[in-house]
């Protein structure tokens, strides 16, 4: 199989034990190409230094966590806009909304979110969407900056039909990771009622484990497990699912 992680933070301190063998092991397994979400400035000395390592496989995207926004968020934002012109980034991301740890700085994520899709559109990048526990806030934000240069992908997507049916009509991929695993989920209730022409799968790693490995690290080498479980609700073998979901990062993504 030939398969993508579109949204996978192999950059994080939870892999700096075993980074290369975490991408050995994705690697070996069929998972081929890494897209690298941002978070802030710390960050992005880790994230040049797996691009040089492994150039092939490794893509970046530039831009600035919801939760990482906070009273310096527009030097932040410099930052993003100097890695897009410095580096060969493929999307902006990843951006949005979370209120799930603190409210405090909404007015600053609204802004930053906004500041973050407008450089997508300037550069016709897509964008990389992190919506918690803030569907309509971020679709307020997309329902202003709608346009023909607007598209990427809803990460981790975690909402309702109807949100799924919004998200697309705003030309976003639906990115499918652990979450489709879990039995409390409710992606496996709907899910099949998408075109799978609009999703894209992902791990999130070292974040959201599907099952069996839930409440672990999660790495990219689990997305095999994602995508059997999506072969299930669609009725097609994994590697059509592979075949499908790696066709669309591509389009997405442009690579």
Same mark, same amino acid.
């Given at each position: 199989m030939n398969l993508t992680d579109t949204h996978t933070h192999l950059y994080s301190e939870a892999f700096d034990q075993d980074r290369n063998e975490a991408i050995q092991r994705a690697i070996s397994q069929g998972i081929s190409r890494f897209f690298l979400p941002a978070i802030d400035t710390t960050y992005i000395p880790k994230m040049l230094q797996l691009k040089n390592d492994y150039p092939e496989n490794i893509y970046l995207m530039a831009g600035l966590h919801p939760t990482h926004v906070k009273e310096n968020y527009l030097e932040e934002l410099d930052a993003v806009e100097n890695m897009l012109k410095e580096h060969p980034c493929v999307a902006v991301g990843e951006t949005g909304i979370d209120l799930y740890w603190d409210k405090t700085f909404l007015t600053q994520?609204?802004?930053?979110?906004?500041?973050?899709?407008? /450089? #997508?559109k300037q550069r016709k990048l897509p964008i990389a969407i992190h919506c918690?526990?803030?569907?309509?806030?971020?679709?307020? !934000?997309?329902?202003?900056?709608?346009?023909?240069?607007?598209?990427?992908?809803?990460h981790c997507f975690t909402g309702t039909f109807e949100q799924a049916q919004r998200a697309i009509s705003l030309k976003l991929k639906l990115g499918i990771g652990g979450v489709v695993t879990f039995k409390n989920g409710k992606l496996d209730q709907f899910l099949s009622q998408i075109e799978l022409s609009e999703i894209v799968l992902e791990t999130d790693s070292p974040y /959201? #484990?599907?099952?069996?490995?839930?409440?672990?690290?999660?790495?990219?080498?689990?997305?095999?497990?994602?995508?059997?479980? !999506?072969?299930?609700?669609?009725?097609?073998?994994p590697e059509q699912i592979?075949?499908?979901?790696?066709?669309?990062a591509d389009a997405v993504f442009r690579v």
């Open positions: 994520q609204q802004d930053a979110f906004q500041r973050q899709i407008r /450089l #997508a918690r526990d803030a569907f309509e806030e971020v679709f307020e !934000v997309l329902e202003a900056e709608k346009s023909e240069d607007l598209f990427g992908i809803f /959201l #484990a599907p099952v069996p490995h839930r409440g672990k690290r999660n790495e990219s080498s689990y997305l095999n497990l994602v995508c059997l479980k !999506v072969a299930e609700i669609y009725n097609q073998t592979a075949r499908q979901t790696s066709a669309n």
